[in-house]
Every structure is written in structure tokens, then in C-alpha cells.
């Protein structure tokens, strides 16, 4: 069935450095990606989209990378912050307006 | 311009009991969907309206679980009964709806639910 899954459950940087998040995608017709992070006890946050034509965008300090080839997606987020912390997710986007979001990845930003 | 509300934010029950969960979406979005987020896994689509129709609702466990968004605007998701395993933060959110190109979600902060 659609899947949208991650590589790493938790990933750990420190501060100042650049992060990486992977994400896997399965159905090879979805044509937007979004990227959202969640703060603990809230809901998730928009940061950066990209439509399955393109295959770069960039934000502040994030970049979203897609390669469809091998169905694969990650965000960069350039000197990373303590702000940073959080559950990211990369969400995929079918036909009809349906979503469907990956297990997440769970970013520690050390100081 | 305010976000989606939901309310309340933590309730506490014990099973085979019902429970029934609000949220607003921001003011003049068509689209509201209903997740289960459960702890340590991303949201799960559990139905989504289109102004007061319904879109989706292939997942939702229409055995226990019932939503309704009658005026278009607000809308509430129940419960009844409640199993241990529904344990987790359910999730509102929101768009513009289909006429926007882009489907950007905005949260609500959700409501945890502890099934005991």
C-alpha cells in the first residue's frame, strides 16, 4: 500500500552544524511533498513544500531536496538552532487532497 | 488572524466510556480534517469534510468513532465507546480548501486522550 516512512527515528546534531532528514516515499504519483515540524504538546507546523517537478527549494535556512528516481526526499536545515528540536515529518499528497504523513524523525539539538 | 481551536485539551476516561472532542478551524476554511496521532507515530487521516460533506472517512471506525461538521464551520469527533487503544492526541487542522493550490494544513494544538 502508499507509505511515506523515514530512515532515522532520531537524529542528534550539534549546535551550529547542518541537519539532514531523510524521508522514503511509495507512490510514485504523488506530486507535493511538505515538510512539517512538531513542537512537543502542539500541533505540526508547515516549514517548506515542493511539487514533483521540481527537484530543489529553498527557505530560510532550509532546503528540501526531492529525487524522484529513487523516491526519496530530505530537509536540510543549515546552522542548526536549539530551536530546532522537534519531531519532523514528511507528508505526501495524493489525489483528492489526502495526506499522508511518514512516522517522523525526532531531531536533539545539542548545545 | 487566530488558528485552529481545539478543545479540551487533555481528557482522562476509562473504557467503554464516551468522549467527545471539538474543534474551529480558521475562520472561512473549507477543508477540516480529523488525525489520530498516536505516541511516537505520524497523523493518521481519520475523516475529512469539505464544508459540511464528508470526503474521507475510509479509516475512521465508524463502529465506535462518529463526526459531524453540520454548520460548515466547527465540528466535533465522538467517541462511544472508548477502547485502551484510542489512547492518543487527536488532531485538527484546516485548509482553504481544493480552490487553493497548495494543500498547506494548519494544527490545532490537539486533545491527548488517556483511555484507562
Given at each position: 500500500?502508499?507509505?511515506?516512512?523515514?530512515?532515522?527515528?532520531?537524529?542528534?546534531?550539534?549546535?551550529?552544524?547542518?541537519?539532514?532528514?531523510?524521508?522514503?516515499?511509495?507512490?510514485?504519483?504523488?506530486?507535493?511533498?511538505?515538510?512539517?515540524?512538531?513542537?512537543?504538546?502542539?500541533?505540526?507546523?508547515?516549514?517548506?513544500?515542493?511539487?514533483?517537478?521540481?527537484?530543489?527549494?529553498?527557505?530560510?535556512?532550509?532546503?528540501?531536496?526531492?529525487?524522484?528516481?529513487?523516491?526519496?526526499?530530505?530537509?536540510?536545515?543549515?546552522?542548526?538552532?536549539?530551536?530546532?528540536?522537534?519531531?519532523?515529518?514528511?507528508?505526501?499528497?495524493?489525489?483528492?487532497?489526502?495526506?499522508?504523513?511518514?512516522?517522523?524523525?525526532?531531531?536533539?539539538?545539542?548545545? | 488572524?487566530?488558528?485552529?481551536?481545539?478543545?479540551?485539551?487533555?481528557?482522562?476516561?476509562?473504557?467503554?466510556?464516551?468522549?467527545?472532542?471539538?474543534?474551529?478551524?480558521?475562520?472561512?476554511?473549507?477543508?477540516?480534517?480529523?488525525?489520530?496521532?498516536?505516541?511516537?507515530?505520524?497523523?493518521?487521516?481519520?475523516?475529512?469534510?469539505?464544508?459540511?460533506?464528508?470526503?474521507?472517512?475510509?479509516?475512521?471506525?465508524?463502529?465506535?468513532?462518529?463526526?459531524?461538521?453540520?454548520?460548515?464551520?466547527?465540528?466535533?469527533l465522538k467517541i462511544q465507546?472508548?477502547?485502551?487503544?484510542?489512547?492518543?492526541?487527536?488532531?485538527?487542522?484546516?485548509?482553504?480548501?481544493?480552490?487553493?493550490?497548495?494543500?498547506?494544513?494548519?494544527?490545532?494544538?490537539?486533545?491527548?486522550?488517556?483511555?484507562?
Amino acid at each position: 500500500g502508499e507509505s511515506v516512512g523515514l530512515h532515522l527515528p532520531t537524529l542528534s546534531v550539534q549546535e551550529g552544524d547542518n541537519s539532514i532528514i531523510n524521508c522514503a516515499y511509495s507512490n510514485s504519483a504523488s506530486d507535493y511533498f511538505i515538510w512539517y515540524k512538531q513542537e512537543s504538546g502542539k500541533g505540526p507546523q508547515f516549514i517548506i513544500d515542493i511539487r514533483s517537478n521540481m527537484d530543489k527549494r529553498q527557505g530560510q535556512r532550509v532546503t528540501v531536496l526531492l529525487n524522484k528516481t529513487v523516491k526519496h526526499l530530505s530537509l536540510q536545515i543549515a546552522a542548526t538552532q536549539p530551536g530546532d528540536s522537534a519531531v519532523y515529518f514528511c507528508a505526501e499528497n495524493t489525489g483528492g487532497f489526502k495526506t499522508i504523513f511518514g512516522a517522523g524523525t525526532r531531531l536533539f539539538v545539542k548545545a | 488572524e487566530a488558528g485552529v481551536a481545539q478543545s479540551p485539551r487533555y481528557k482522562i476516561i476509562e473504557k467503554r466510556q464516551s468522549v467527545a472532542f471539538w474543534c474551529n478551524p480558521i475562520s472561512g476554511h473549507a477543508t477540516l480534517y480529523w488525525y489520530q496521532q498516536i505516541l511516537g507515530q505520524g497523523p493518521k487521516l481519520l475523516i475529512q469534510f469539505q464544508n459540511n460533506g464528508v470526503v474521507d472517512d475510509s479509516q475512521l471506525p465508524k463502529d465506535r468513532f462518529s463526526a459531524e461538521r453540520l454548520k460548515g464551520v466547527d465540528s466535533t469527533l465522538k467517541i462511544q465507546p472508548a477502547k485502551l487503544e484510542d489512547s492518543a492526541v487527536y488532531l485538527c487542522a484546516s485548509t482553504p480548501g481544493p480552490q487553493v493550490a497548495k494543500n498547506i494544513q494548519y494544527f490545532g494544538a490537539g486533545t491527548r486522550l488517556s483511555v484507562l
